[in-house]
């Protein structure tokens, strides 16, 4: 029999080697078809005489990443039609088709012949879950090989019976932990949990496989022989009873109770260990059918998943133009950002040319580079020649004429219309047809730093976020005059340094600073009303939030807070900013020198390590203090989520954002936006743009007319719209 996503052939001693290998995909996923032909495999494998045993692999470097995007898709698609039709079946349906999976996977463990899976690359999710369905499990010991059940990062949770058999595998505290961070695993500590049984070089990974089944590998898990007993003894022992009262404690402590699919895990593990296998499989199965119901899971799926990759493919770009060669990128300023900048892009595997204004202080740029590939090496993440070759891409210079050649300019020098002016002429000068120009400003809309341009319709915003290494973001702004190709080439840059781009008009601020600063403000807002300042930060992190508006605010410097504000009086009037927040922040700069993490000194105190920072106690005598039974700690959390949320609307209705799925994406990679809301306009789209519209109109009667409904919410409260339906990003696609 042939298949189309796998070959299957059996040796000489009856073993059959099934090799997954979707064509037409870099990767392998579980689509409807995989799972039609997984089954007739098993089928085949049992009905065949001659066929002893089976092994399982994929012909592509990574084993499998998990679930597809259409499946995914198609099954929300599915619960919203069956349940306008006829609610009580369609949960009905929702349950059946959940467990297609699960039970397909049990099949394979009960079909009577042994399977061994042959992990040679990265398994995800349900490609893990049917690996640990096997009888037996080994893995390369490649670096890339990582296992993981990452469910939970998206809302739900594993299962097709994952959190059954890594409970049954491995001790259940690593197993909660294991599945409710949804962290990966190298193969060597899948090995040392028990979740793996060898782990071999990449090229007898096969040999290996079937050497199991030659010795003789039983066709039966550990669960289905007499006697079984789960590792640590199952739930009713005295290590049960030291883990199992904390277990929840310590989820809440973690997720502040935000993240049903997490809670789901212990519910499973804790439930499933005390039934037989099958019972569990279908409590399991129960509580999918739930959390898959949830706002949390829909709204993260979503943004964290298919939108994500969505703008990753190059959602936003242009039809019709080739994909930029980048041969060499050139790197203006090679201070705190363009050093940061230069290194990612040598390490995508890009000539960089490093410039600034002498040759000592572009090679102290390059220093950056070699400290952090030192590191790497350090941490055995990158090997001595991978690290030289990285370092040899970046070339310091002082000379503009070395970026004559270049595709792409970025542009990181100091935030001063007239240093950038210079910059862009300079680099113009040299510039071959063709190349792009873009700045890292944060600040100067790029509309307006374009006007010193020759070429605007070249000229582009690409705009990092600090620290460039590890924050997965990058917003690309469009001025007035930036044409297709410079679009094109921003985010084929974007897409070779790896990061996920948000595309948005030139504005203040541009989108994710807009809302950082919101989310700042209101905690100003609050100090000024008296709220204690540990009660806004951990309001914030119950809200969802990862840092607390006043630690973000002393990370991004308490000092910058202070030239926005004043910039923004200067360039629109004394309007625009509240006097009482220049009040606290000049306070702050001027009187106290309070600059934030930079000089040790800002909303916090940061002592020496090992100690840990702690809010500065000085704050509590800038106003009158309200006792912690006069704060509404519910009250502080939507006011935190609202008041960015808002911002984000307001994006939207200017024509700042124009799609979605930006705006979401964009909130959670740009500042941890509370993830289980799925961003902004998942949040409001979540509980209904007329309750959101009610939630704002009660804020502003006690907290400002900032919180006002603006227009656009008005007008989609009453015509019962939401974000995703009048903007559907699918649509104006299509339409465009
Ligand atoms: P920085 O002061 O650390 O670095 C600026 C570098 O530019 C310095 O090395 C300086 O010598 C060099 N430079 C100045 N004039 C030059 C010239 N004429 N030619 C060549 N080099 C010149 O500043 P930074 O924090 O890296 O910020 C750079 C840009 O990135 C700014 O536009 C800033 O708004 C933007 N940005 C900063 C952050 C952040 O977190 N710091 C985040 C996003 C964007």
């Known amino acids: 029999m042939t298949y189309k996503n796998f070959t299957v052939e059996t040796d000489a001693d009856g073993i059959a ?15 409807m078809e995989v799972m039609d032909e997984i089954e007739a ?63 397909l996977w049990r099949k394979i463990e009960t079909c009577g012949k042994p399977w061994v899976a042959a992990i040679n690359g990265t398994c995800m999710g349900g490609a893990f879950e049917l690996a640990l369905a096997c009888h037996g499990r080994v893995a390369s010991n490649a670096k890339s090989v990582k296992l993981a059940l990452p469910e939970v990062k998206v809302g739900i ?17 690593s197993a909660l932990q294991m599945m409710t961070t949804g962290q990966s695993l190298t193969a060597s500590r899948a090995k040392a949990m028990g979740l793996v049984h060898q782990v071999v070089a990449p090229e007898t990974l096969v040999e290996t496989a079937k050497q199991m089944i030659k010795d003789g590998l039983k066709p039966v898990a550990p669960w289905d022989e007499k006697g079984f007993k789960a590792p640590g003894g199952g739930i009713w022992t005295p290590a049960s009873a030291q883990l199992w009262p904390a277990a929840p404690a310590i989820l809440r402590r973690e997720t502040h109770g935000n993240y049903p699919a997490a809670l ?72 705190f950002m363009g050093a940061a900048i230069a290194y990612v892009t040598a390490a995508a595997g890009i000539p960089v040319t490093l410039i600034d204004r002498d040759l000592e202080a572009a090679t102290k740029g390059k220093a950056h580079s070699e400290s952090l590939v030192k590191d790497s090496i350090g941490k055995g993440r990158l090997t001595q020649e991978e690290a030289t070759k990285l370092l040899d891409l970046i070339t310091p210079s002082a000379d503009y004429a ?41 600040t100067l809309p790029i509309s307006g730093l374009a006007k010193n341009s020759k070429r605007p319709a070249q000229f582009i915003g690409i705009h990092f976020f600090s620290p460039v290494e590890k924050m997965m973001l990058t917003e690309v702004i469009l001025g007035k005059e930036t044409g297709d190709k410079a679009l094109a080439t921003a985010l084929d840059y974007v897409a070779a340094i790896k990061k996920t781009p948000i595309v948005v008009n030139d504005t203040r601020g541009f989108y994710v600073n807009r809302c950082v600063f919101r989310y700042i403000h209101e905690a100003y807002d609050m100090l000024i009303e008296g709220v204690p300042a ?46 009482r927040h220049m009040v606290l922040i000049d306070r702050m700069v001027d009187e106290l020198d309070r600059r934030g993490r930079k000089n040790g000194r800002g909303f916090y105190e940061y002592p020496a ?91 502003a009667a006690s907290y400002g007319d900032h919180f006002k409904p603006t227009p656009l919410l008005l007008d989609m409260a009453a015509k019962g719209d939401t974000f995703y339906g009048r903007f559907d990003p699918y649509t104006v696609k299509k339409a465009a």
């Open 609 to 699: 390590k090992p100690a840990k920072k702690y809010v500065w106690p000085g704050l509590k005598d800038f106003y009158p203090q309200k006792r912690a039974d006069e704060v509404d700690v519910e009250v502080l959390k939507q006011r935190l989520l609202v008041t960015i949320a808002l911002e984000a609307a307001r994006t939207i209705e200017e024509g700042i954002v124009t799609d979605p799925r930006e705006a979401d994406v964009g909130s959670i990679l740009g500042f941890g936006f509370a993830p289980f809301t799925g961003g902004t306009l998942s949040y409001i789209d979540g509980m209904g743009v007329k309750n959101f519209v009610a939630l704002c109109e009660k804020l």
């Open 157 to 173: 949770f594993p299962g097709a019976g994952g959190t059954q058999r890594v409970a049954r595998l491995t001790d259940a505290q």
């Open 534 to 579: 540990v009660m806004i930060e951990n309001a914030a992190k119950m809200a969802g939030m990862p840092v607390g508006p006043l630690s973000l605010n002393d990370e991004v410097a308490v000092d910058l807070s202070q030239k926005i504000l004043r910039a923004t009086v200067a360039d629109l009037g004394e309007k625009a900013v509240d006097p």
């Open 41 to 103: 495999i098993v089928d085949a494998a049992v009905t065949a005489a001659a066929v002893k045993g089976v092994v399982f692999t994929s012909g592509k470097s990574s084993f499998s990443g998990g679930a597809d995007l259409t499946m995914i898709k198609g099954m929300f698609a599915m619960i919203a039609e069956e349940k306008a039709k006829d609610p009580a079946n369609a949960v009905q349906k929702l349950f059946d088709a959940s467990g297609r999976m699960s039970w």
């Open 402 to 442: 070395d970026l004559k050649d270049a595709n792409l300019v970025v542009e990181a020098v100091f935030e001063d219309r007239e240093v950038k002016k210079a910059v862009i002429e300079a680099v113009e000068a040299v510039l071959q047809e063709g190349a792009i120009f873009a700045s890292n400003t944060s």
């Open 17 to 31: 080697l099934v090799t997954w290998d979707m064509p037409d995909k870099s990767m392998n996923v579980f689509t």
């Open 264 to 335: 789901a895990i212990l519910k499973c593990v804790y439930e499933g260990l005390q039934v037989p296998f099958d019972t569990g499989l279908k409590i399991e199965q129960r509580y999918f059918t739930e959390i898959v119901q949830t706002t949390e899971a829909f709204s993260m799926i979503r943004s964290l998943f298919v939108s994500m990759q969505e703008l990753g493919k190059g959602a936003r770009r242009p039809a019709g133009i080739p994909k930029s060669e980048l041969k060499k990128v050139g790197v203006v300023g090679a201070g």
